[in-house]
């Protein structure tokens, strides 16, 4: 890729894929371009010294073992595809190279402790969007208990307050860009993801 372009988006621009748009070329933008994205201006001009991303395997969480009564009014299923998927982004990245928590393997504590160190996180679980109590929308993961912080639910309030360092966060993860769109942006998942790498180590990228 060439330049670095950061985009600052602000209303209904935060739903567009600028990686999708067409240069003059004929080619997509994401292929002549570094997108990065900041999610004001005034954030991007408070955490413009880079920072060193982190050096441990990358991370990938697949299929966690979640308790289908998480979901609410839409019990959580199994994912066999995301398993698979899972496998074999592990390995793509070869031995020794990535960590993969799946199953009840995937649970949240341990989420939380291998995250603070990987260069990639990649989750292919669900994602529970709630427009109404966006703080509370979640990544569904494997839960041993019923207290916050292993009850299988990493809420985008908890996000906030982990320490990741990676260079590129993939959420293989339904509705991961949905939210609903404020001044400052859309509030869920993925800008909760964006925003807490993006103030740890503004190189980072955020997919979805």
């Known amino acids: 890729t060439g330049s670095l372009v950061s985009i600052v988006p602000h209303g209904p621009l935060f739903r567009l894929a600028f990686a ?33 991303g982190a050096t441990g395997a990358a991370l990938v969480v697949a299929d966690p073992a979640v308790d289908p009564a998480v979901g609410g009014d839409e019990p959580l299923v199994r994912l066999p595809g995301a398993a698979r998927e899972g496998r074999r982004i592990t390995e793509i990245f070869g031995p020794g190279r990535a960590r993969l928590l799946e199953g009840a393997a995937a649970a949240e504590p341990d989420v939380r402790v291998a995250a603070s160190s990987a260069h990639v996180l990649h989750f292919a679980t669900h994602g529970i969007i709630r427009d109404d109590r966006p703080f ?38 339904c509705r991961s860009a949905a939210g ?22 503004p190189g980072a990228v955020v997919m979805m």
Do not use: N
């Open 136 to 173: 509370e929308s979640f990544l569904a993961l494997a839960g041993r208990a019923t207290t916050p912080a292993d009850d299988g639910k990493l809420t985008m309030g908890e996000i906030y307050g982990l320490r990741l360092r990676a260079d590129l966060v993939v959420l293989s993860v």
């Open 180 to 201: 609903a769109v404020t001044g400052a942006g859309i509030v869920g998942i993925c800008s909760a993801l964006a925003l807490r790498e993006y103030v740890e180590h």
């Open 20 to 52: 999708a748009l067409i240069a003059p070329s004929g080619t997509y933008l994401v292929e002549e371009f570094s997108l990065h994205y900041a999610p004001s201006a005034s954030t991007l001009a408070f955490t413009g010294r880079r920072q060193p």
